[in-house]
């Protein structure tokens, strides 16, 4: 088996009192967070405004660093089995220009099954569970970063 590193930037865009999530396809059971792949020579937070403009239209004001996520795919039935992802969770200051986003519209829009924004007491799942919790505890953004594995 080939083992590789992924790196990906995620966005935590909090309107109201709601996060953006997406799901990439309708068998998935869970959300994520909008975001992708960072490409060869490409700055993170380049990374995360060009995904943001790649899937949903609106280039991102990206801020701080939140999250720091180290995820093994080893699960046989896991798509990214044999792979190693590194995640970087970022804080987008512009939530207010997705405030009306209810469909992907950008150049990449069909990699996103559905959008949705969701509160800490909407019954969905998140992946990671440590946003999931942090979304329903209220403790998503905080001033230093956190670490999570999984």
């Given at each position: 088996?080939?083992?590789?590193?992924?790196?990906?930037?995620?966005?935590?865009?909090?309107?109201?009192?709601?996060?953006?999530v997406?799901?990439?396809?309708?068998?998935?059971?869970?959300?994520?967070?909008?975001?992708?792949?960072?490409e060869?020579g490409?700055?993170?937070?380049?990374?995360?405004?060009?995904?943001?403009?790649e899937?949903?239209?609106i280039?991102?004001?990206?801020?701080?660093l939140?999250?720091?996520n180290?995820?093994?795919?080893?699960?046989?039935?896991?798509?990214?089995?044999?792979?190693?992802?590194?995640?970087?969770?970022f804080?987008?200051?512009?939530?207010?220009?997705?405030?009306?986003?209810?469909?992907?519209?950008?150049?990449?829009?069909a990699?996103?099954?559905e959008?949705?924004?969701?509160?800490?007491?909407d019954?969905?799942?998140?992946?990671?569970?440590a946003?999931?919790r942090?979304?329903?505890?209220?403790?998503?953004?905080?001033?230093?970063?956190?670490?999570?594995?999984?």
């Amino acid at each position: 088996m080939d083992k590789k590193t992924i790196i990906r930037c995620r966005a935590i865009i909090i309107h109201e009192g709601k996060l953006l999530v997406v799901k990439h396809s309708p068998e998935n059971t869970f959300y994520v967070l909008p975001g992708g792949h960072l490409e060869w020579g490409e700055d993170v937070k380049e990374c995360m405004s060009r995904e943001l403009e790649e899937e949903l239209g609106i280039k991102g004001d990206v801020g701080r660093l939140l999250y720091v996520n180290n995820f093994i795919g080893n699960d046989t039935n896991y798509i990214g089995k044999g792979t190693q992802s590194i995640e970087f969770f970022f804080e987008i200051r512009n939530s207010a220009d997705y405030a009306k986003t209810d469909k992907p519209i950008g150049s990449h829009a069909a990699e996103i099954y559905e959008l949705k924004w969701v509160g800490k007491n909407d019954a969905v799942k998140i992946m990671p569970l440590a946003i999931d919790r942090g979304l329903k505890e209220g403790t998503l953004e905080s001033e230093s970063v956190r670490f999570i594995c999984g």
